[in-house]
């Protein structure tokens, strides 16, 4: 596993290794139960889950220290491997399917990991909540759904002047063209892109950098199930 992390100009020490392995060992055994990932193979799991996860570390950004927010968290990904990963960084994962925050609770325990919030509720929610609202100095999402409306998500937990962190597989430019006005209303502007390799030949990732430039509108996010019905 170390040599894997090293392909991708990052570097593992020994208790973050044990951490790793037990993450691994904890996601297959529970998988059938909380139905967690289709790809289980040791080596794809590193490269796909794991290091896929911290590819933010090779960013020009310094974590230490930072309150991070994962919206869509899933089974953890990218929260846990950021949290193995630096452990001074305080992190919430925030997802809507209760058996996947329970999952990482159980995570949580095995592996002695501290400062990490596992909230159950839907981001519309939350982002509308004065204890979360714009008090991350950095969120970050791996979650499958279109740049505008993860835009909606995730910008009203973003301090101003903070980063939103796409995780993205980018198909097509549209994508960014469609964001166009969603990043206008939500006070936001796409500083950078960066295009990874990922280790072993196993497919690129873009990370999309995105500012929060201003104080956002108390009306967005809007009201649970709107914005997938009227995307800004």
Not at 139 to 154: G, I, K, N, P, T
């Amino acid at each position: 596993m170390k040599a894997l992390f090293s392909q991708a100009g990052l570097e593992i020490n020994d208790s973050q290794l044990c951490k790793f392995n037990k993450f691994y060992e904890l996601l297959i055994s529970e998988n059938e139960k909380y139905n967690l990932t289709a790809i289980t193979e040791f080596n794809e799991v590193v490269i796909k889950h794991f290091i896929d996860s911290v590819l933010i570390f090779n960013l020009d950004f310094k974590f230490e220290n930072t309150k991070i927010i994962d919206i869509g968290t899933g089974a953890g990904f990218p929260a846990i491997p950021l949290k193995i990963m630096d452990e001074s960084i305080e992190i919430t994962a925030l997802d809507s399917l209760n058996k996947r925050i329970n999952f990482i609770e159980l995570v949580k325990k095995d592996l002695d990991i501290t400062h990490l919030d596992a909230v159950h509720g839907r981001a519309e929610d939350f982002g509308q909540s004065p204890i979360y609202r714009e008090k991350y100095d950095f969120a970050v999402s791996r979650a499958v759904a279109e740049l505008r409306l993860l835009l909606e998500f995730v910008i009203p937990f973003v301090k101003v002047n903070g980063y939103f962190l796409a995780y993205k597989s980018l198909k097509s430019d549209q994508e960014l063209i469609d964001a166009k006005n969603a990043l206008e209303k939500m006070k936001a502007k796409i500083v950078d892109i960066k295009t990874i390799q990922l280790p072993e030949n196993m497919g690129t990732r873009e990370i999309i950098i995105i500012q929060k430039t201003g104080v956002l509108d108390k009306k967005y996010p809007r009201k649970p199930g709107i914005p997938k019905k009227s995307p800004l």
